[in-house]
């Protein structure tokens, strides 16, 4: 049998990665800057990571969430303690269209309503509820296809407004950065705007934290720049398991639970929990959201300064380069001259960074150097 060929792929086969270091099959060696998408939160095979998941597969990995499952608690527990967000409750999946699809469920089944807004540019995932969410029509399948849904302006709060005084709105959908679309911020007052319109007409504010979340952009959410924010829902993947599949939902207490509303097979098996629990414990142990932080605030105006870089976008490790040209040719120099991965996104002339949060400096001025070089000469 083959695989089904739907991934362009960068000629590389890695077969070891540590740190933010990945090797091929001929011992060359790479610097990932993208983290696979956004998820190796921690850096690749953390000691404490691999420790913690190996001694969990000793005891017991698995078992269906019909019997309990004390780490799913401990998870909990860290994760509100650790993104400051301790009153709210977690429901445990695999991924981020997963928690985007079960907070969607929530709104809807908390709301009474059907509808959902969300904005240009807007990535959610590919399943069939998260997927029209997603502002490209080439993924949306004629089953998919829904007249409830709208897609409307990024940041437009008067086009929010009217759709949610038509009625029928059960939430408004935000990613905390835009990721895919290109690493766009919403203004603080905008995500206060939302929530204060999703109250006003009895919708919910949910926050897509899959891509900007767990300290990426030195916030634990990148909302939480936002002051006093306080979404109904919060969703979280990709960097939560460090590249074991694990996602989950954040949901506020005034969003009741009763049984058989949610459910799944494997979202919070013990395995899951042990390696979730383990990405935050190094996430507090190496204060890496300060530290990303810092690290964003030292690259940008590096970045800025690069004859070539038209703009650049972001927060902590999270950061978009637009470019005066086409990004896909630099970014394969990048790979075959410079040995660095980077991440494209939506936009032809953006590349994306996405490293893993314990980087050093030392090698991202490696990458603004090489930048320049591959720009300038
Ligand atoms: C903001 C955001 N939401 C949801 C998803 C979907 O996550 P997954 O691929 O784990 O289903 C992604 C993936 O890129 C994402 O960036």
């Known amino acids: 049998m083959k695989t089904f060929d739907v991934y362009p792929l960068i000629n590389v086969t890695p077969v070891k990665a540590i740190g933010a270091s990945i090797w091929d099959t001929e011992g060359t060696e790479y610097l990932d800057l993208y983290g696979g998408h956004a998820v190796i939160s ?44 301790e009153e709210y409750e977690l429901f445990l999946c695999n991924s981020g269209a997963e928690a985007n699809e079960n907070a969607l469920k929530l709104a809807s089944f908390s709301s009474g309503k059907p509808g959902f807004i969300s904005f240009s540019g807007a990535f959610h995932g590919r399943t069939s509820g998260a997927v029209v969410l997603t502002d490209n029509p080439k993924i949306i399948a004629p089953s998919n296809q829904r007249n409830d849904v709208h897609i409307l302006p990024w940041g437009d709060l008067g086009a929010v407004e009217a759709q949610l005084a038509k009625g029928n709105i059960a939430g408004i959908i935000i990613e905390g950065i835009q990721g895919v679309g290109g690493i766009h911020v919403p203004e603080a007052s905008t995500l206060q705007q939302l929530a204060h319109l999703a109250k006003k007409y009895e919708a919910k504010l949910i926050l897509d934290e899959v891509q900007s979340g767990y300290g990426r952009t030195g916030r634990f959410f990148a909302f939480q720049w936002a002051e006093g924010l306080e979404p109904d829902l919060i969703t979280v993947a990709k960097g939560m398991g460090n590249g ?90 990048f790979v075959h001259n410079y040995h660095m991965f980077t991440g494209s996104a939506a936009g032809k002339n953006t590349i994306r960074l996405l490293p893993p949060l314990n980087i050093d400096e030392e090698s991202l001025l490696k990458f603004a150097k090489n930048l320049s070089i591959i720009l300038n000469s």
């Open 244 to 333: 074991f599949p694990i996602g989950g939902v954040l949901i506020h207490p005034s969003i009741k639970a009763s049984f058989g509303l949610l459910g799944t097979t494997f979202g919070g098996n013990h395995l899951a929990c042990a390696a979730g629990l383990a990405v935050l414990e190094v996430i507090e142990s190496e204060n890496l959201i300060a530290y990303a932080e810092e690290l964003g605030n030292k690259l940008i105006p590096i970045l800025e300064a690069i004859p070539g870089v038209t703009e650049v976008r972001g927060k902590g490790l999270m950061i978009g380069i637009d470019l005066d040209r086409e990004a896909g040719p630099v970014r394969t120099s």
């Open 42 to 85: 921690i850096g690749h095979s953390h000691p404490h990571f691999n420790q913690r998941i190996k001694e969990q597969l000793d005891q017991i990995a698995f078992y269906s969430n019909s019997i309990h499952i004390p780490i799913q608690k401990q998870l909990a527990q860290k994760l509100g303690e650790v993104s400051g967000c």
